[in-house]
């Protein structure tokens, strides 16, 4: 534990930061996770629908910093690459 005035400030900072960030990861987690049982049941329009929502919220936790931006792009590329094949597969 810390005893210093400002190590006590920065623990309090670094608590506050790890719950906001769990709470920012475990949503697009779950977001994704909306997003992949859709391609999973072949519903294409419901993941065009959802795609563009999924991706906001991964580049807005890139821009945030809670992720690297690369793994955003990671994420972003390999979602939109799946529902695209839907829509081949589909024609």
Same mark, same amino acid.
């Given at each position: ?9 920065? *623990? ?15 949503? !697009? ?5 909306t997003?992949?049982? *859709?391609?999973q ?5 419901? *993941? ?24 955003? *792009? ?10 695209n094949? !839907? ?5």
């Open positions: 534990m810390a005893h210093h005035k400002d190590a006590i400030k920065r *623990a309090r900072q670094n608590e506050e930061r790890r719950i906001r960030n769990k709470h920012y990861k475990s949503r !697009m987690r779950n977001q994704i996770k997003l992949r049982s *859709a391609i049941d072949g519903n294409t329009e419901k *993941a065009r629908d959802i795609l563009p929502k999924t991706v906001s919220i991964i580049q807005r936790l890139a821009q945030k910093g809670i992720i690297h931006k690369r793994n955003a *792009a990671r994420k972003v590329s390999r979602l939109t690459r799946a529902v094949a !839907m829509q081949n597969q589909a024609h």
